[in-house]
């Protein structure tokens, strides 16, 4: 139990398009959904906690308006890269609490921005 | 944003060692979480502590939750080459939803 499906696993896309990333609680439902962004060699970096029928919570720092967030059901929450530029390019993980004991993650999106 | 000081940030052992990791932060975490990443994966639940001076055991894996709530380590034993990965500390605060704070990352490589 306690799958979070996360798709595509690999984009790449143009300069200047956007790009959404689903994020999907299988078999729980998830009334709030975290989203990272990790570059290569480094740690899992909080963008934003994403609430189910309200606004997302983003970090100091995030773009609200360049990654936006929708979690429209208590099974997706959504992220789409808007005007995507080279330096948007990174690993992008999803994840939720499904009790106590943590958090489950998806299983990542590479996005590459040529 | 914040994260935890882990240490050592690499690590190349013998199969069949003993390995230690430790994960360091200025404030107090309720939870300590430990995650093991693969490459181009996302992290995956190894260990969950709870209560400072808690000692937990997964298998081959032990990790303590330190008694001022500000540090954790993990221990892994008689290692094999499948423990190759990146090893993650995260704490996290009281409450449900609350997010996690990760560690700087734990690199192990594991040569026969």
């Known amino acids: ?14 300069s200047g398009t956007s790009v959404k990333i689903e ?11 975290f989203w990272y962004r990790q570059f290569p060699k480094q740690s899992l970096m909080l963008m934003a906690t994403s609430n189910e ?20 059901s208590l099974t997706l929450s959504t992220l789409t890269v ?8 990174s690993f992008y993980i999803c994840s939720a609490e499904w009790d106590i004991r943590g ?4 299983s990542g999106t590479r996005l590459t921005v040529v | ?4 000081n882990q240490s050592p940030q690499s690590m190349f052992i013998q199969e069949g060692e003993d390995v230690s990791m430790n994960c360091t932060s200025s404030s107090i975490f309720n939870t300590w979480l430990w995650y093991k990443q693969d490459p181009g994966e996302g992290p995956v639940l190894l260990i969950a502590l ?24 993990l221990n892994i034993s008689a290692s094999i080459p499948s423990d190759v990965g990146i090893y993650f500390c995260a704490g ?9 704070t990760f560690g700087t990352g734990t690199r192990l490589q594991v040569t026969l």
């Not at chain 2, 605060?93 to 609350?98: C, E, I, N, P």
């Open chain 1, 82 to 89: 808007t005007s995507a530029h080279p330096e948007d390019s």
């Open chain 2, 50 to 73: 709870y209560k400072a001076g808690e000692l937990t055991s997964n298998g081959r894996l032990t990790a303590q939750f330190g008694i001022t709530r500000k540090d954790s380590f």
């Open chain 1, 1 to 14: 139990g306690a799958v979070v499906s996360q798709h595509p696993s690999r984009v790449i896309c143009k």
């Open chain 1, 23 to 33: 994020c999907r609680s299988l078999d729980f439902q998830a009334t709030t959904m």
């Open chain 2, 92 to 100: 996290r605060l009281t409450g449900t939803a609350s997010k996690l």
């Open chain 1, 103 to 106: 958090y489950t993650f998806g």
């Open chain 1, 53 to 72: 029928g309200s606004k997302a919570t983003y970090e100091q720092g995030v773009e609200k308006d360049k990654f936006l967030i929708n979690h429209a």
């Open chain 2, 1 to 4: 944003g914040q994260q935890l």
